[in-house]
């Protein structure tokens, strides 16, 4: 149930979506004479789209995330890497046979550099289809035929496909792996994403080493107009969002223990 609420929710609650029903109810309260409730409408949807795609406010949300765990030394041993799902373009690759990257492809592109540095640590990569409309093919099962090419061996990797969320990869792959005590292993998700992920993982009873990695911000970005094309700053704002509500969503249901998990 929590999954199809927070689903539905999002569909809503995100900025784009957001504005077009603001704009929608506006056009339907001018057809019933209801002009400054119309007026309304079409002013808080402008203000929704102005900010999210033309200022800083996206990169100034996401910093706070990505900051909050930075990358540790490189540990002399790694008994196993897990990344989680979300960089890959599951439509098309479901219709092509592919492995198109998204804009998080830096998951995988990593995934595949750790796993060469440690030639003997197993690889879980953890993703199955999360989307409620849109049909599409889930991250463990397009990431074999990535690593296999980057020179991962087959054998070497451990597939969790079941899970829609980022509690189910924390809980699956903690029954998948069954991790002993005083092993490594290395958590590899998106930086704005980590504090969310590692509570999660913390929470299941899976400890890991973050390693986070695709950035979207330098930290340098203030506030500001334009600072970014408008798309990329609607996404930025997008996703920023997105992690926020999911943090205290999580927080309020009892999956972490702190609304801002930290290191």
């Known amino acids: 149930m929590f999954f199809y609420l927070s689903k539905i929710f999002w569909f809503f609650i995100q900025p784009l979506n957001l504005a077009i029903f603001l704009l929608l109810a506006g056009l339907l309260a001018v057809t019933i004479g209801r002009r400054r409730l119309a007026a309304?409408?079409?002013?808080?949807a402008f203000l929704i789209l102005a900010l999210s795609a033309w200022t800083s406010l996206g990169a100034m949300m996401l910093n706070p995330l990505e900051e909050r765990f930075q990358r540790p030394p490189l540990p002399e041993k790694v008994d196993g890497i897990v990344v989680l799902g979300g960089?890959?373009?599951?439509?098309?690759n479901l219709a092509r046979g592919g492995y198109e990257l998204n804009s998080s492809g830096d998951r995988m592109v990593e995934t595949a550099i750790l796993a060469r540095r440690f030639p003997t640590a197993k690889v879980v990569v953890s993703g199955g289809t999360g989307a409620l409309f849109l049909d599409g093919e889930g991250d463990a099962a397009t990431a074999p035929r990535l690593l296999t090419a980057l020179g991962v061996a087959?054998?070497?990797m451990i597939l969790e496909n079941k899970s829609r969320n980022t509690y189910e990869n924390a809980v699956f792959t903690k029954e998948l792996v069954t991790p002993k005590p005083g092993e490594t292993w290395l958590l590899v998700t998106s930086a704005f994403h980590m504090p969310r992920a590692k509570a999660l993982f913390d929470k299941a009873g899976f400890a890991t080493v973050p390693w986070p990695v695709d950035y979207r911000t330098s930290g340098r970005e203030g506030v500001g107009l334009f600072r970014d094309n408008p798309a990329d700053s609607l996404q930025a704002t997008t996703m920023a969002i997105r992690e926020w509500i999911g943090l205290f969503a999580y927080w309020l249901s009892g999956r972490i223990d702190q609304p801002f998990p930290g290191g």
């Open 40 to 44: 309304a409408g079409s002013v808080l």
């Open 87 to 92: 960089g890959f373009e599951g439509a098309i």
């Open 154 to 156: 087959a054998d070497r």
